[in-house]
């Protein structure tokens, strides 16, 4: 059956899960959801071109197009597998607990400079998809970057037995997803799943020399080459400052590359320096190195400066855990501005940690000196709030506050998890 789906992949190199999206000689995997069975849109989906439908609900079979199957994501899994092995270009996972979508961003944006990279679609790096970005790797592709996700034990093991990369990095392990690894120790034991895989393939691992908890673990793997700031690193790179976009550079040989990038907070000195490392790995010259990180600019309120009308915005609301909150919070203290507040969404997936962590935020916001502080969420419910602090349980009510307060000449942090909806803030600001 695999045979067959390959064979029809190789055909047009195109699969997709949405109905909506059917190119002609496309495979249609047939997912269903909470509010949809996509069993259901088969006969459309062939009546719109694709060659083959795998579904798992027998009673939409129209013809022998049709290929029924146990699990629809099991399936797809395995075509992306079989697919991978007959890859023989090299291929770079990369996890962590944050920054992995700011270093696939930059590790692609360095190797381009040289060679055809295909990397992952935004943050597609969970179990559908990894799969999805395997299967659209172009056929003229010579480095695949795959970004891979995990909130519980065994994933990233999972993931990589999908992608098989050659070679790899964990950005750092933090706090986050707490309620399903259970502890920070089962956050390093999944990260580091990449490190096992890696090793048992000989493969090469690129690590943080700076990171106190993977590198004594990297340095047992015969494979693995360091970078960051300390004296040892293979590639060496010094931090200079934030205020607001952040400036390093780094060394190769006898040489120094002065690199401003667009990027905000110290915090993005390792994503930085990890990028330059692969890039020199692969050969591409320091020079194109330095260029590819400066023209890189974040998006999907990752670390993005937006000034408006009124204010200057330090958009960080994508993602949130303590980790990051703290990193966020040190990047924004050393930005310069008279008038400074935040808008703070509360953490996710946090589990019976969640008051603790919400309340050590509380207190590190509490000495930041913020003119004004909006919490929003519920997870703040109990904590004392200091005078120029807000609290509310949703962003609907963030707004109506941010309606009567109007702030102008602000510089503003908003930072929290995506379920917050935090950019829908920005046009009150």
């Known amino acids: 059956m695999i045979d067959k789906l390959y064979n029809a992949y190789l055909a047009s190199r195109h699969v997709t899960t949405d109905s909506r999206a059917i190119t002609p000689g496309c495979i249609f995997f047939a997912f269903r959801g909470a509010n949809f069975d996509g069993n259901a849109f088969a006969p459309q989906a062939l009546e719109q071109g694709a060659a083959l439908c795998v579904i798992s609900d027998p009673q939409y079979k129209v013809d022998d197009r049709c290929i029924v199957v146990p699990d629809v994501l099991a399936t797809l899994q395995e075509l992306a597998r079989e697919h991978r092995r007959h890859l023989t270009i090299p291929v770079i996972g990369i996890t962590g607990t944050n920054g992995k979508t700011t270093t696939k961003e930059l590790v692609h944006a360095v190797l381009a400079r040289r060679y055809k990279t295909s990397a992952t679609a935004g943050n597609f790096n969970n179990h559908l998809g990894v799969p999805l970005t395997i299967l659209a790797i172009p056929a003229d592709t010579q480095i695949a970057i795959v970004e891979m996700g995990a909130n519980h034990p065994g994933e990233i093991a999972g993931l990589c037995n999908i992608a098989d990369p050659d070679c790899g990095l964990i950005t750092n392990v933090g ?4 309620e399903g690894f259970g502890s920070f120790d089962g956050v390093i034991r999944t990260k580091t799943e990449l490190y096992r895989h890696l090793a048992a393939k000989n493969g090469l691992v ?5 990171n106190e908890h993977l590198m004594p673990i990297a340095k047992n793997i015969d494979h693995h080459l360091t970078y960051g700031s300390s ?11 934030s205020d607001p976009y952040m400036h390093f550079y780094f060394e190769v040989g006898d040489n120094v590359y002065n690199t401003h990038s667009h990027l905000l907070g110290a915090y993005n000195f390792d994503n930085a320096m990890a990028a330059v490392a692969v890039g020199l790995h692969f050969g591409v010259e320091p020079w194109d190195i330095k260029e590819a990180i400066e023209a890189y600019t974040p998006a999907n309120q990752r670390s993005q400066w937006k000034e408006t009308a009124n204010n200057n915005l330090y958009l960080d609301c994508y993602n949130a855990n ?3 909150m703290a990193a966020a919070l040190r990047a924004f203290s050393d930005i310069k501005a008279p008038h400074k507040a935040a808008i703070i969404g509360a953490m996710r997936e946090l589990g019976i940690t969640s008051l603790e962590e919400h309340q050590r935020l509380v207190d590190t916001l ?3 000196h913020l003119d004004y502080c909006l919490l929003i ?8 709030l200091t005078n120029n602090t807000k609290h509310v349980n949703t962003t609907e009510e963030a707004i109506t506050l941010l ?3 109007g702030p102008k000449g602000y510089t503003i942090l908003i930072k929290g998890s995506n379920s917050n909806r935090l950019w829908t803030l920005e046009e009150f600001l």
């Open 322 to 324: 303590p980790s990051s």
């Open 175 to 178: 706090r986050a997803h707490l």
């Open 377 to 384: 969420g519920p997870e703040f419910d109990g904590i004392s």
């Open 366 to 368: 509490d000495k930041s």
């Open 206 to 210: 690129f690590v943080n020399a700076d």
């Open 403 to 405: 309606k009567e307060w």
């Open 231 to 241: 004296a040892e690193a293979d590639t060496r790179g010094t931090y200079v400052g």
